[in-house]
């Protein structure tokens, strides 16, 4: 789980901002409008008519923003740590019973047998840890959320490969993160193409083809391969 030191710094940042921004972009550290973006990437993949999905560290629960105007039906649980935030979403979203949220440490809760057809996290791992190696925590994190998920997850991270790095975030490798992802799955999509300074991977559970011609199930009953043949 995420050590005590810093998750008392995390929920200190967020309580912070959300008593001077209150309800507001800025209070989840987005200033410049784009999580409408990072979260159409990590949805993009996946048809989610009728599918159950886990978004940790939901914030506000803003991914539904996107969700309601994209599908009409779906469950989706939101989990996060900080108080404020997940009392916030609860109101924003009292009358709707698909949508859900849990208080507490992604690692730490226990789902029972629940499932989740697809489990997302949006900048879960820009905060630079103190007391834990970020790397293992992200560890962490991938491996529960794809063994929660039916047919994947996906996730963006901010990447080492700009010119400068904040003191207090942590920029992932996109070399190693794929090589992380790669331990899960070969079925998957690293995306550096929406943003220079962020990317983010999407790992399948699906792997299965066949041998007739080696391309991937999931990937033949998306694509209109075969017309182009």
Known sequence: MLPQEDKEKVIRR???????HGKCPKTLGWDKGKQDLRYHILFEKFDLEN???LDIGCGFGD??????????DYEYTGIDIVPDLINEAKEEYSNQNNIN???EDFLAHDFGDKKFD???????????????????????????????SKEGVSFDFLSNKVDFEYELTFHSDPKIIIDKAYNLSNNLIL????MPFEFAITIFKDISFEKKDTIFTRYKNENDYYRFY
């Open 101 to 103: 949220f849990i208080l």
């Open 14 to 20: 967020y309580t912070n901002r959300y008593i001077e």
């Open 63 to 72: 991914a539904n923003i996107l969700l309601k105007n994209k599908f009409h």
């Open 51 to 53: 599918k159950s999905i």
């Open 191 to 194: 995306n550096n193409n929406y």
């Open 118 to 148: 697809i489990v997302v996290g949006s900048g879960i791992f820009n905060f630079k840890l103190t007391d834990k190696d970020n790397y293992s925590y992200i560890d962490s994190i991938l491996e529960k959320a794809f063994n929660l």
